[in-house]
């Protein structure tokens, strides 16, 4: 059974500071790996999604990469700001279904 | 784009009561629709899955009876939450994939905050 983990839980960060989340997950046969970011009371906002033949993914400030071998992958903010406040989750599919498996998040606070 | 609509946004009940809550593809024809609970401080569960004109797949432990589902068209799908207690509040999202992009991308919609009195 997949499980994912996140690490931190909670991170708070001055901003402009660069920062990393981790996630790591326990079936390293999954064919993608997905970033969401959910705010407060809010649905959640796809941010990146990595296939498993990729090793990485930006889109803009955010570079998310993805070793499948030692099931990690990492979301890197650059530059980090205030707006950037919010919940991150990974989530990767459960076994070769389309079900998806969510970590518990880490909560980012970054500081004005 | 991939928009994916809920309504309503929130809603309050009674105990007793059963409370239907709408989840619309938009902008394209979804294949599958997913939902999923959250509660506090919780990452999000999945409660089952359904497919356009089939009956829904429901993970363990989600009672099937209580939680109905109905996926009438490519473009809506329906939870209705039967006979809620207060142990059913919580926040329920639902997701859509389309066959045209990655298998298992999902999109998600804004989540339905439901609160049983």
């Known amino acids: 059974k997949q499980e994912v983990t996140q690490i931190p839980a909670a991170l708070s960060v001055p901003e402009g500071e660069n920062l990393v989340l981790n996630c790591s997950f326990t079936d390293s046969a999954i064919y993608n790996l997905q970033w969401f970011r959910q705010d407060p009371g809010k649905g959640l906002t796809s941010l990146l999604l990595i296939q498993s033949s990729q090793r990485e993914q930006t889109s803009g400030r955010l570079n998310a990469s993805l070793d499948k071998s030692s099931g990690r992958s990492t979301l890197y903010i650059a530059a980090s700001q205030p707006g950037d406040s919010a919940t991150y989750l990974c989530a990767v599919p459960q076994g070769g279904s389309e079900k998806l498996v969510f970590g518990k998040g880490t909560k980012l606070t970054v500081n004005p | 784009g991939a928009v994916v609509s809920q309504h309503p946004s929130w809603v309050i009940c009674k105990s007793g009561t059963s409370v239907k809550i709408e989840c619309r593809s938009l902008d394209f024809q979804a294949t599958t629709m997913f939902w999923y609970r959250q509660f506090p401080k919780q990452s999000l569960m999945l409660m089952a899955t359904?497919?356009?004109?089939?009956?829904?797949?429901?993970e363990q432990g989600v009672e099937k009876d209580k939680f109905l589902i109905n996926h009438a068209s490519l473009t809506l799908s329906t939870l209705t939450v039967t006979s809620a207690h207060p142990e059913d509040s919580s926040f329920y999202i639902c997701?859509?994939?389309?066959?045209?992009?990655?298998?298992?991308?999902?999109?998600f919609g804004p989540g339905t905050r439901l609160t049983v009195l």
């Open positions: 997701s859509a994939s389309k066959r045209e992009t990655s298998p298992n991308e999902q999109f």
């Open positions: 359904s497919n356009e004109g089939s009956k829904a797949t429901y």
